[in-house]
């Protein structure tokens, strides 16, 4: 043992410390001691490899390093972000932005116990989709409703449930894969159920529905097709032709509306997005959609259609595995409760009115912001104010994109002489709340379109600590 490593301080007077203890009174004494007791160790290993760490080795030393250490292993690692990408349904960045009704509808739900399956009239056990079931059959038009934990779940379920070990004809052109490489006839297979693919991939007719038709089919089915769209010589069969087919040989038509929007967005100067009323109304006898894209609330998947249906979905024993809990429902009612009022969506529905913004507001932003980041990246960049193109994201209308307006940063040495932009979007990354845009072009673009106002302080104190 080496003379510097008798001198290192002992674990009880390193706990002693009056800074030490400060660490124990926040982060506790057994989580204190032992990252002491690492240090220590590490430091040991160091000095009688003969190593020279005599100011690393004093007691201020170690508990100075003690408290960034348990500093960075208590932070969190999910933190609220800056969406400047463009995409304003974003799934890495989370999708749809909870309004202030559902924030403060959770907030309640985490802080008290609430009648999640308990009826308060007869105080008896109740059922948990009785707290949004009337409201989705107000809003949608169905008979019946069962809300599970995203839409991918819900398809799963509904197929388990009517298919299995039977056939679901979709057309070959509506096979889609959604992000992670999830694909539809995957989740068949998992579901237990045998995909009859009928048509090809740019044209499917009627016809083809029905020479599909079997003894062993259970289900027709379309699928909404998320995040692409074929175009030119091409063909699909609407609902409404598919659903009498359907009825004719009485087998269920089900519809994956993926995004799954509960209003017109055309009223909205938005493209027209088919919504859940509407097929509904057009004979779909089950839909399936996603509560935390078009509609804006929580994750979460829902079904809607037949009363008989819905019912014999609920006593699947997947449907206990893929239930959501409490605070699902907590944030899901308010937001449901907001289309009540479709006048004043734009102003309380916070996806809607991202969806909405005007580009001349962002436009006003940018011009506030580019000196001042400007400033902040000093010579090596130049920072610019530009229209760009947004996009609703989460394979809600793929082709269909928004005006906006943002921050285009363009690096002075230019892409073939340097990294800068790669460095300058890791920088972004790195600062406390983090910024995240998007690189194209030789250009860094930051569009404002999920910046609001209310946001603007806290983002203007980021670039003061981004550094030249």
Known sequence: MSEQTVRLPSVDRILGDAACLALIAEYGRVQTLACARVLLAELRASLLAGAAMEEAA?????????????????RSHLKPVFNLTGTVLHT?????LLPDAAVQAVVAALQWPMNLEF???????????DLVEELLRELTGAEAATVVNNNAAAVLLMLNTLAQGKEVIVSRGELVEI???FRIPDVMTRAGAVLREVGSTNRTHLADYANGINEKTALLMKVHC?????????????????????????????????SGTLVDLAQFGLPHETTVRETIAAGADLVTFSGDKLLGGPQCGVIVGRADLIAKIKRNPLKRALRVGKLTLAALEPVLQLYRAPDLLTERLTTLRLLTRPAAAMRSQA??????????????YVVGVESMLSQIGSGALPVDQLPSCGLAIRSVA?????NALGVLEQRLRALPQPVIGRISQDTLW????CLEAAHMAAFTQQLGQLGP
């Open 119 to 129: 009826d308060l009239e007869t105080g008896k056990r109740g059922d948990r989709d």
């Open 92 to 96: 890495n960045l989370g999708r749809a």
């Open 446 to 449: 930051l569009d404002l379109r």
């Open 58 to 74: 004093t007691l201020e030393a170690i508990v100075a390093q003690a408290g960034v250490r348990l500093r960075e292993q208590s």
């Open 367 to 380: 011009q506030e912001l580019a000196p001042l980041l400007q400033q902040a990246l000093g010579d090596a």
């Open 414 to 418: 230019g892409s073939r002489l340097s």
């Open 226 to 258: 998320s995040n692409y769209a074929i175009t030119g010589f091409t063909k699909s069969v609407e609902l409404d032709a598919l659903v009498p087919l359907a009825a004719q040989h009485a087998v269920p038509t089900a519809v994956d509306l993926g």
């Open 179 to 181: 992000g992670g490489a």
